[in-house]
């Protein structure tokens, strides 16, 4: 029989393996300024951390959990799986080391495989990396706001267009009522339900407002935004207010439920088009009292994981995006301008712009050519008339315009273009 790989699972060679570790470079980065700690877990876990958090009616453990033998040397240890997600391990964690009772405000990221039996097409896989950030005893809408902040700033920083989603899915208090207004309209319109909304409606009836068979239908029914109790209604307006002071373009979707169950009040889904079918590269949201339903003290959460792989196919995908591709390629013409490019190269990179010098060697044309095959999002020209008269031309190779800029606004002009 001939060695090959597992259906769903994938080897990485070269540049494409350089794309998932410059996400994951980048996804550090981010949280090494937001002042996040490290956390490495087992990726092996007993079967009930995940049905008692991730839900024993989600599809994670209903479906698609990779059961494994417990070792023959353990008889007495439970059934074992490879885990789907990061969160109900870092929550283990997290209570072992006591930290819930001693010193419960925790900031955590962690990055590794994770394992989901699913059905693989693009962007999804049965062996994936998350990028995953966990702030433990914040209850405040602030924190949330942080976390998608931290998203934009991830996303700015490789240059990826993406659309940010958010919700509330209310709490303990109001989430009873929308959670009944959405069964009885599930059993008012039992005929029209497709066969997995049959199930959803019988175990979570939130669900039935995923349906991709039939979106249409989802749209008549009841939005959780009009159940939400004052204090929901309230931390979810905060949300929304920091955000739009920060400049994260967002929308609120009232139809986004997540497929884990712990999730209460703000969800959010950032979604990368240029991904396909599987178009959510990055999904998180708060999960007040999942710690305590773990055996812990009531200590409030909330997070969000990174797909790396997604992430990385949106980048290749968006043409556009900053992966590998400069802010600006600097094309100098003339002798006396090659060292005032090196200079202003320099300055640039200094302020984190990504710049790629051309060589002077090549004609004019053919530096535009190069310039566009890097997809570099603009072009600086500096000649004779440009240095006397202490400016650089400015091409945005995007929208085909261009400017004459004063040497010391381009770098200001170039980090505003990033979007
Ligand atoms: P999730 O939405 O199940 O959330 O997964 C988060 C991200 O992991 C998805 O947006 C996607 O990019 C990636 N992902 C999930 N499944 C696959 C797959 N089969 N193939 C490739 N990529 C995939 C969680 O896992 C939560 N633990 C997130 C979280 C953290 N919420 C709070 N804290």
Redesign the pocket.
């Known amino acids: 029989m001939k060695l090959t790989r597992l259906r769903g699972f994938q080897d990485y060679l070269g540049a494409d393996a350089r794309a998932l570790g410059m996400v994951e470079d980048c996804a550090r980065a981010m949280a090494y300024r937001h002042a996040l700690n490290e956390i490495r877990i087992p990726a092996l876990e007993r079967i009930e951390l995940y049905e008692r958090s991730s839900g024993e009616t989600s599809d994670v453990v209903q479906k698609q959990l990779y059961r494994v033998p417990r070792a023959s040397d353990s008889p007495g240890e439970s059934d074992q799986a490879l885990r789907p997600?990061?969160?109900p391990g870092v929550i283990r964690a997290y209570l072992e080391a006591g930290l819930d009772r001693g010193d419960p405000e925790q900031r955590f990221f962690y990055c590794g495989p994770m394992f989901?039996y699913?059905r693989p097409q693009k962007?999804?896989?049965?062996q994936?990396n998350?990028f995953?950030v966990?702030i433990f005893g914040r209850a405040d809408a602030a924190c949330d706001a942080e976390l998608i902040i931290m998203i934009d700033e991830f996303r700015r920083a490789l240059g990826l267009e993406v659309r940010f989603e958010v919700n509330s899915l209310g709490d303990g208090q109001c989430r009873p009522a929308f959670r009944a207004a959405l069964l009885e309209w599930g059993r008012a319109h039992h005929a029209e339900l497709c066969a997995d909304c049959h199930q959803r409606l019988e175990h979570n009836p939130l669900r039935l407002l995923d349906c991709k068979t039939d979106a249409a239908l989802a749209q008549s029914a009841p939005s959780g935004g009009d159940y939400l109790c004052a204090p929901c209604r309230a931390h979810f307006a905060t949300v929304e207010r920091l955000l739009g002071v920060a400049g994260v373009p967002y929308v609120v979707n009232p139809r986004l439920v997540?497929?884990?169950d712990y999730y209460t009040r703000t969800t959010f889904?950032v979604i990368s088009s240029a991904v396909g079918a599987q178009s959510?590269?990055?999904?998180?949201?708060r999960?007040d009292g999942l710690v305590e339903a773990l055996g812990g003290a009531a200590v409030a959460g909330?997070?969000?994981?990174i797909?790396v792989?997604?992430t990385a196919l949106a980048l290749a995908a968006d043409r556009h995006a900053a992966g590998g591709a400069p802010d600006a390629a600097i094309i100098a013409i003339g002798e006396a301008a090659i060292a005032s490019a090196i200079e202003l190269a320099r300055e640039l990179r200094a302020g984190g712009l990504r710049i790629e010098l051309l060589s002077p060697d090549r004609a004019v044309k053919a530096s535009f050519r190069r310039a566009d095959r890097i997809g570099a999002r603009h072009a600086l020209i500096l000649g004779d008339d440009e240095l006397r008269a202490g400016v650089v031309l400015m091409r945005d190779l995007r929208a085909s315009a261009q400017a004459t800029l004063p040497r010391g606004e381009v770098a200001a002009a170039l980090a505003a273009a990033r979007g």
């Open positions: 997600e990061g969160t989901r699913e962007g999804r896989l049965r994936f998350q995953g966990e997540r497929g884990l889904e959510a590269s990055v999904a998180g949201g999960y909330t997070g969000f994981a797909g792989e997604r």
